[in-house]
Every structure is written in structure tokens, then in C-alpha cells.
């Protein structure tokens, strides 16, 4: 399918990186951008609106400088706003990304009219992510612009899809822009993605293992050195289910064999800064910044690599699959 306006013939290899909790941060986006694929980050790395506005401002400056003394367009960047009743910020939030006009939002829980109107009244899109045929139909009454696809095995909120089934199911009634999630970490799996029917791939847990990433250098590590079989999905730890590595939910001290049980999905809780001892088993361990999450494409992962080194291995591997006969 034919990309939106504002990514068609603009990126180096059809890809997003994907926005991940306590993870992307400006500067990532930034040198992501700068490398011809789109970067993005979540609203909930901000700890305030405030914050998040300061964040856009210098995204977009640092491209505007970087177009400027090099002549070269970067990629355009994108924000994820979590739309649930939980995130308090919903509103204050949308209202700054529409202040400052940013190219592409991305949604996850949610597909709300208003928000993607909102989005639209300056000419920017909206991807939304879905784990089924039935939260991408109601996506699409939505409004949105593009349906990513989050099939199983993807890092953080995971469906439990397999992607040819998935994409199949999408094609069937969305004719715009599919965006295919999950354990794509090379440029032959971008390939891959295209020839099932998405138009673009939505890489995470690559991303965690670069140099730019801020998470600590023991998760890169393990990121490396894990394969599929060290992923546990589980609702237990975020609520809803997710993709975690195990190691690092033994480090934390709960026994794998006897998980806490699920107590819901709480973003407020998550973005706030206390830990969650009551809610997780007296460990206190907090999900996402002591407990790590990572997709089965780990397996794929060998080394921490700069953005730039990643995005030009993408590009030739890409254009290698492309060639196969
Ligand atoms: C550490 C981590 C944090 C994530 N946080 C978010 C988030 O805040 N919002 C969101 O929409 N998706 C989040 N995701 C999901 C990614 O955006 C993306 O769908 C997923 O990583 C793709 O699968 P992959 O990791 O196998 O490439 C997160 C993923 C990871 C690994």
C-alpha cells in the first residue's frame, strides 16, 4: 500500500523504531532521525507535560539544525501517547503535540476520533496499535492513518498473533498503511514483513542494544547474550501481558514458578517514581526499569552497535533479502 505523504521516498529502510517506556529518549531519536529511519519515544518518558514539551522542542530543533547544515531530510519523529483511563495526562499532553504540530503520533490502548482529529487538523497522522482484527476495526472507524500490527513475541505489550496470521486478518479489511511489530530485528526480517503485506516494520528491542540507548549496560548485555527461551509472556508483572526477560525477574527476587498475580493496569503507577511494593509481592522491584523487557527477536542480537552502524546493516541486509531469487 502506498505510504503517507510524509514518509513516502524520505526513509533509508522502511522501518520505526519503536517507542519504549524509560528507554527512547531525545537524543536516540534524534541520531535516529538524522539516520533516515523514523525515531519515536513515549510521552510517559517525560515525567511531566512540561517536560515533554521541552523534549519536542529540542527534537525538533536539533532536525531543523541537522537539515540546515547538511542539506539532508531527516526522518520525520513520532510520539506515543497511551490513551487510558489511567493516564491522567491524556489531554494536557495531546494538547502540546498539536501546540508544536508533530508529524506522526502513535497511539496504544485506545483509538479515540477526537485525538486522531486532533492530529489531523494540521496534517499529521496517526498509527494505532493493535493486537487483533477487532481493536484494528475499531481503529480504523477511528479515523487513524495506519494500524501497527503488534503480533507475538514483540518486546513490552505483546499480542499473541502470529504475524502471517495477523497481517492476513488486517489486509482483509484496512487498505492503508500496515505497520508489522515483533521480533524483527534484521533487515531481511524488514524484507519479510513487506513481502507478507505490512509497509513498514516496527523494530524495539534491536534498538535497546545500542549505544545511544540509556538503559544500564548489564540490560544490554543480557539483551545480547539472551535467546527466545529466556522471554517469558506474562500479565504479571505490567498487568497486561508482556514479554519480559527472565533473568531479570529472578535478579528482582520473585520465583518464575510462582509469579504475583496480575492486579491490573495502572500507567499512573507505572510513570510514578514509587516503587510497587504492595501491588508486587513485597519484592518492591518496579517493572520496566528493574524488571526488563525484551521480544523473542532477541536471538538475533550480537552486539551493541551505534544507530548509525544499525541503521546501515539494516540497509544492506534489506537490499540483500531484496535480491534473493
Ligand atoms: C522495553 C520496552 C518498552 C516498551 N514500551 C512501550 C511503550 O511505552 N509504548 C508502546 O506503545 N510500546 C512499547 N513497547 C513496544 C514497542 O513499541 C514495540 O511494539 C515492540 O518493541 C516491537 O517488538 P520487538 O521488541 O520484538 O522489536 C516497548 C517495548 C520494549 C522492549
Not at 518464575?256 to 500507567?267: E, M, Q, T, V, W
Request: charged share 20%.
Amino acid at each position: 500500500m502506498p505510504l503517507p505523504t510524509l514518509l513516502a521516498n524520505n526513509l533509508t529502510v522502511p522501518v520505526i523504531s519503536a517507542p519504549m517506556f524509560l528507554a527512547s529518549t531525545p537524543s536516540m531519536v534524534i541520531e535516529t532521525c538524522k539516520s533516515g529511519v523514523v525515531g519515536t519515544f513515549p510521552a510517559a518518558n517525560q515525567r511531566t507535560t512540561e517536560g515533554l514539551e521541552q523534549w519536542i522542542i529540542q527534537i525538533k530543533s536539533a532536525l531543523k539544525k541537522y537539515e540546515k547544515t547538511t542539506q539532508k531530510k531527516p526522518a520525520p519523529f513520532g510520539v506515543n501517547l497511551i490513551v487510558h483511563k489511567s493516564n491522567l495526562r491524556v489531554n494536557a499532553d495531546l494538547k502540546v503535540l498539536v501546540k508544536h504540530q508533530i508529524p506522526l503520533l502513535l497511539t496504544s490502548l485506545g483509538a479515540v476520533s477526537d485525538v486522531v482529529d486532533s492530529i489531523h487538523s494540521y496534517g499529521g497522522i496517526v498509527f494505532h496499535d493493535v493486537i487483533n482484527a477487532r481493536h484494528g476495526k475499531k481503529a480504523m472507524q477511528a479515523g487513524v492513518d495506519g494500524l501497527i500490527a503488534v503480533s507475538t513475541g514483540a518486546g513490552g505489550h505483546a499480542g499473541n498473533l502470529h504475524p502471517f496470521a495477523l497481517i492476513q486478518e488486517l489486509r482483509t479489511f484496512f487498505d492503508k498503511t500496515i505497520i508489522l511489530s515483533g521480533c524483527i530485528s534484521t533487515g531481511a526480517e524488514v524484507a519479510a514483513a513487506r513481502c507478507l503485506g505490512a509497509d513498514l516494520a516496527y523494530m524495539g528491542t534491536r534498538f535497546l542494544a545500542t549505544h545511544e540507548c540509556k538503559i544500564n549496560d548489564e540490560y544490554k548485555k543480557m539483551i545480547v547474550e539472551s535467546t527466545a527461551n529466556d522471554i517469558i509472556y506474562t500479565n504479571a508483572i505490567s498487568g497486561i501481558p508482556a514479554n519480559f526477560i527472565k533473568q531479570s525477574i529472578s535478579n528482582a527476587g520473585y520465583d518464575l514458578a510462582n509469579l504475583p498475580k496480575p492486579d491490573g493496569f495502572d500507567i499512573g503507577a507505572e510513570m510514578s517514581d514509587e516503587n510497587t511494593k504492595e501491588k508486587h509481592g513485597n519484592i518492591g522491584a518496579k517493572p520496566w526499569k528493574d524488571i526488563w523487557s525484551a521480544g523473542q527477536g532477541i536471538s538475533a542480537i550480537n552486539e551493541v552497535l551505534t544507530i548509525k552502524e544499525l541503521v546501515e546493516q539494516l540497509k544492506k541486509e534489506y537490499q540483500q533479502a531484496l535480491t534473493i531469487k
